[in-house]
């Protein structure tokens, strides 16, 4: 699945099944959705920065779903809250994908046993990656995008684009043929 760099006579050039080449491209332009419900967003906020610098992977960070492939769960989520991460969720287009970052997206961390807390990102979105921490550093969420990237690296995309994939990632709250959240 991983395509070669060739060098022909009059340059480069790039061979492999068409399934790679459009991995090796979605893989090194991964957009992450800008958006935080607490104090893990500032480390995400720090994770764009010239220490970590995800730019060189091709990954930056966008202010619109519409735009984003990743959605990063950074803080605390409160009952409150899930219906609008939700929405800017289902706003994101396919092919998409949602990292919990920090105990509290992961399980509800410090507060779960809050009336008004989530007990964990999973319960109404797919999530793909989970990062450990109060909060995960930089570094761990970086590793987190590295994860994602290799995931997009395995997937047979246009068996998926086809509608012939079955993803191993169940949504919690399927919303096809449902009105969208307001
Ligand atoms: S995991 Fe820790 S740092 Fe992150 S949102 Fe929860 S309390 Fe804040």
């Not at 080449?21 to 419900?37: D, E, I, M, P, V």
């Not at 399980?107 to 797919?126: I, M, N, R």
């Amino acid at each position: 699945m991983t395509p070669t760099i060739e060098r022909g006579p009059e340059g480069g050039f790039a061979v492999g099944p068409i399934d790679g080449l459009l991995n090796l491209a979605r893989k090194h332009s991964l957009w992450y959705l800008l958006f935080g419900t607490a104090c893990c967003a500032i480390e995400l906020m720090q994770t764009g920065g010239p220490r970590t610098d995800t730019d060189r992977f091709g990954m930056v960070f966008r202010s619109t779903p519409r735009q984003a492939d990743v959605l990063v769960l950074a803080g605390t989520i409160s009952y409150k809250m899930a219906s609008r991460i939700r929405l800017l969720y289902d706003q994101m287009a396919e092919p998409k994908y949602v990292i919990a970052m920090g105990s509290c997206a992961n399980t509800g961390g410090l507060f779960q046993e809050s009336y008004a807390v989530v007990k964990g990102g999973d319960l109404f979105l797919p999530v793909d990656v989970y990062i450990p921490g109060c909060p995960p550093r930089p570094e761990s969420l970086c590793e987190g995008l590295m994860l994602i990237q290799q995931k997009i690296e395995r997937e047979p995309w246009l068996k998926k684009a086809w509608g012939k994939y079955k993803s191993d990632k169940p949504d919690p709250m399927p919303t096809e043929g449902c009105e969208p959240l307001r």
